[in-house]
């Protein structure tokens, strides 16, 4: 698998950049953001690339998925097809394999440890059982996207913790257009953010607003105020990263510390 020179930690990674810089129909990945608590990975695995099964024996990893169909094979859970917008999460010790199956690539994005290795191999399940039935958000194994929209809706504004463990909080946010946020900034802990669907205006500290749309990222050092806006026509879908215990200090409470990085 190829992996270029790393940028990391940009404000705004677009799509089509990161595309733009390898070959269709290619395996690679590449690092986009390390923020001291996780390495988020692009990677590319067109059908036929061959799977690595692997175990982290001591931290979660998830992937969102971002185009084509990948397989994954998760412990000894019953093989999961996800696709556009899904969420999936491999739990601490649970083996992993996985396998894209459909797209000229099966675009993902790696959420794990900034240690993370492959060196522990898996095995193949002796038996397979359902995979989260019954079982409520967050920490879902698979967090499918089109059972957020049948359950929420595309009309009005709704949110859905997808993960909550001791490293990340990983939000989905539906935001119809005209939404704003309150302003805000978060001591010690970075932040990122990356599009689903729509566009979103992102007001960063005192520069000018940039606008993304699906497949962007976008990134805020710690201690820096930042608000968004949903804009264009249609609806936007975005997930956030944050630490779990985030703490938001608003800049319209006279009361809330300043932002030192503006």
């Known amino acids: 698998m190829t992996s270029p020179p790393q940028t990391t930690n940009l404000t705004v990674t677009r799509h089509a950049d990161v595309m733009a810089r390898h070959p269709s129909g290619s395996r690679w990945a590449e690092v986009l953001i390390e923020d001291g608590r996780n390495r988020m990975v692009w990677i590319s695995g067109p ?19 971002l185009d084509g169909v990948t397989r994954y094979q998760i412990g000894q859970y019953e093989p999961i097809d996800a696709e556009w917008g ?22 993902r994005l790696g959420i794990t440890h900034p240690n993370s290795n492959h060196d522990i191999k898996g095995i193949p399940p002796s038996r397979l059982i359902p995979v989260d039935e019954g079982l409520s958000p967050p920490n879902l194994i698979h967090t499918p996207m089109k059972r957020l929209l049948e359950t929420h809706g595309t009309d009005t504004n709704w949110k859905e913790l997808a993960v909550l463990d001791s490293r990340n909080r990983a939000l989905v ?32 500290s005192d520069r000018d607003p940039v606008t993304a ?11 820096t105020s930042h608000n968004l806006l949903t804009v264009g026509n249609e609806p936007s879908i975005r997930i956030t990263m944050t630490a779990p215990d985030i703490v938001h200090h608003y800049t319209d409470d006279p009361d809330a510390p300043a932002a030192p990085n503006g």
């Open 86 to 107: 899904d969420i999936v999460i491999a739990p601490a010790g649970f083996s992993h394999d996985i396998r894209p199956i459909e797209g000229d690539q099966a675009i």
């Open 213 to 223: 749309g699906p497949g962007d990222l976008v990134f805020v050092p710690g201690g």
């Open 47 to 65: 059908p036929g690339t061959p799977p690595d099964p692997h175990i982290h024996p001591d931290f979660n990893e998830f992937w969102v998925i």
């Open 173 to 204: 946010t539906h935001e119809l257009p005209g939404t704003v946020n309150r302003r805000y900034w978060h001591p010690d802990m970075d932040k990122w953010w990356v599009v689903l669907a729509g566009e979103i205006e992102f007001s960063i």
